[in-house]
């Protein structure tokens, strides 16, 4: 079942990557395993599955024990983090996807031993109930970053709305984009900002066609039947 839901979204980067002529290898699969225990998450990375994702601090830190044999995983924690908990995670994990406050920046330089790789979580749609920093307060947001060591900025992120049309999720991706293009522009040694983080089970097909180099992918993969 994992296999075949592996294989058809395999295929789906494929087939996406080609209409826009980009090779599936700019795409890296996240799979976000939140939904599922150790042993569903463990068959994946049997069938060569290397990036997993966890949303909660607890969560990831059993998965990542469970699995603790396999050190090719790389672990993405793709959710909220309070600062509370930066210390428990931080030197834990290869990505951090949700970047969306200074001082969460700050707790990270304070705790973190290395560099960590973070995607800025950036709220394109203006939903209330979304996190991240707003677009137009992104660029002040990335140069108060320079100080801070430890937080190395590979990308952007952003969830699209649920409910909205293929029209409104592309133009939300093609926004995100083009932050990302202005930020790598800028040529900081903190922020290369090279990847895209976006798209999930419903739209990762979309998000390719934007740029996506990042794609988190739950439901498609463990869904049954
Ligand atoms: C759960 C989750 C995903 C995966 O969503 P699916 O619809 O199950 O593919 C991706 N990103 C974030 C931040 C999530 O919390």
Redesign the pocket.
């Known amino acids: 079942m994992i296999a075949d839901n592996l294989h058809s979204i395999e295929q789906e980067i494929q087939e996406s990557c080609a209409l826009v002529s980009r090779t599936p290898e700019e795409v890296t699969l ?1 799979a ?1 395993t ?2 599922v225990d150790a042993i569903a998450a463990e068959e994946l990375v049997k069938l060569g599955v290397t990036n997993l ?1 966890e ?1 909660r601090v607890d969560k990831l830190l059993e998965k990542k024990e469970s699995l603790s044999e396999y050190s090719q995983i790389a672990w993405h924690l ?2 909220n983090l309070q600062r509370r908990k930066v210390k428990s995670i931080i030197n834990h994990i290869n990505y951090f ?2 970047l969306d406050s200074l001082r969460l920046a700050q707790e990270i330089q304070k705790r973190a031993s290395h560099k960590i790789n973070c995607f800025i979580e950036v709220n394109i749609s203006g939903e209330e109930s979304k996190h991240g920093i707003h677009p137009e307060e992104l660029l002040s947001f990335v140069h108060k970053l320079s100080d801070l060591s430890n937080v190395y900025v590979v990308g952007l ?1 952003t ?1 699209a709305p649920f409910d909205a049309d293929d029209e409104t999720i592309r133009s939300i991706f093609a926004s995100l984009k083009n932050l990302q293009e202005k930020i790598c522009s800028l040529k900081l040694k903190y922020a290369p900002c090279t990847e895209l983080s976006m798209g ?3 739209d ?1 097909s979309l998000a390719i066609m934007e740029g996506a180099t990042y794609i ?7 869904k049954k039947g």
């Open positions: 996240v976000v939140k939904s994702a949303n793709i959710g996807h949700a992120m969830m999930m089970s419903q990762f988190r992918v739950g439901t498609a993969l463990f």
